[in-house]
């Protein structure tokens, strides 16, 4: 067998003993007879998939019992307009932060619903800097603060959780489980799946139970975050196989020695990564270094016409998905949770040689 280091932003990478699980499990689940994927999502096997994912994530993020966790879909695009039907009465203020492109649909999805004030927008820096939120322009009567702590695209992370008078709403699609965070500051967070988490097709948003109940009459019943947190996210036939990986995710996240682990490992992974962009005159990230993702690294190289043989080499040396978004160009590496130091060493390696026959 040979498996490839993936860089890939999303789907991206996944811990290979949980595939391995899934290919062990695929056609009889514990002794079930039949795969996850033919189980009814009401049935008692199902149940303890479903169980067991939740309590997991909980304990991974220590969410305090007084927030609901939904196992939904519609990807984190679809929370885009589910947070303001939620917590927004028509034509309320909301505040958006925005410092890259993630942030920018969020706003622009809002604007369908509510009354969107752009508190603060790095654009001015191409969306290289967190603005500090003391110049941020703040509504004192918004119903939420909506931002990205991650800017998956940008490769711009928050290093702290801002204060807010109003109830915290955050995209944490691609930071999500990378390290511990203070759930209790957040009103909403939620995040797609398949970046940090598991498979594409499954949605967590993690609420505060006082904001349950607030939806607008109109909000389609699926999107309604009370709803489905009485219905145990079932209203509808959940996504069972992409909620069923991601609970094994959980587990092995776990056995790993849970977030502080994680964290660990993530920071030593990203600090060896751009220590050699910065040691470099070849390499270079145009981040912040105070806002420098853990999770998404672009970087360029000095002369752009190298990019296709960089890439073509790179790929032909086991290390794939390295393209940079169309928006940003370059190069991206993307080092989820499930990406090994190992597979971060392979890529300096290459980087260092390739630097030392085209530099
Ligand atoms: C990938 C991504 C999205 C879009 O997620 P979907 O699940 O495809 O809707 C939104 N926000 C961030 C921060 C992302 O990384």
Redesign the pocket.
């Known amino acids: 067998m040979s498996r490839i280091y993936n860089f890939s932003?999303?789907p991206a990478t996944l811990p290979l003993p949980v595939l391995e699980q899934v290919r062990d499990e695929l056609t009889d689940w514990h002794q079930s007879g039949m795969s996850v994927m033919e189980m009814s999502h009401r049935g008692p096997h199902f149940k303890q998939i479903a169980e067991r994912a939740d309590s997991d994530l909980r304990q991974l993020l220590s969410i305090p019992q007084d927030y609901s966790v939904l196992f939904l879909q519609?990807?984190?695009?679809?929370q885009f307009a589910a947070a303001p039907l939620n917590l927004a009465a028509p034509g309320q203020r909301i505040d958006y932060v925005v410092t890259g492109s993630?942030g920018k649909?969020?706003a622009k999805e809002g604007a369908r619903y509510g009354d969107v004030n752009i508190a603060a927008d790095a654009a001015a820096t191409n969306y290289t800097t967190i603005p500090s939120p003391t110049d941020w322009d703040r509504s004192d009567d918004a119903a939420f603060l909506h931002y990205?702590p991650?800017?998956?695209?940008g490769g711009v992370e928050f290093q702290f959780i801002p204060d807010s008078e109003v109830p915290l709403v955050a995209?944490?699609?691609?930071t999500i489980l990378s390290r511990p965070v203070d759930v209790a500051r957040f009103g909403v967070i939620y995040a797609?799946?398949?970046?940090n988490i598991g498979p594409?097709g499954l949605?967590i948003v993690i609420v505060a139970n006082e904001l349950l109940g607030q939806a607008r009459p109109e909000t389609p019943s699926m999107l309604d975050y009370q709803v489905q947190a009485n219905a145990g996210s079932m209203s509808n036939t959940p996504a069972t196989f992409s909620w069923y990986v991601a609970g094994l995710v959980f587990a092995w996240l776990r056995q790993q020695g849970g977030l502080d682990a994680m964290a660990e490992r993530n920071a030593a992974k990203k600090d060896s990564l751009y220590s050699v962009i910065d040691a470099s005159d070849f390499y270079s990230n145009p981040v912040d270094p105070q806002a420098r993702s853990w999770m998404n690294i672009p970087f360029t190289l000095a002369n752009p016409e190298l990019d296709p043989v960089f890439l073509e080499q790179a790929a032909g040396n086991g290390l794939a998905n390295l393209k940079g978004h169309r928006s940003v160009g370059g190069m991206r590496a993307s080092i989820y949770n499930a990406m090994p130091q190992s597979g971060v060493d392979a890529l300096i390696e290459f980087m260092n040689e390739f630097e030392r026959t085209h530099g």
């Not at 519609?74 to 679809?78: D, K, L, M, Q, R």
């Not at 991650?150 to 695209?153: G, H, K």
Request: glycine letters at 16%.
């Open positions: 932003a999303g519609g990807g984190a695009t679809t993630w649909k969020a990205t991650n800017e998956t695209i995209d944490m699609s691609s797609g799946a398949q970046k594409a949605t």
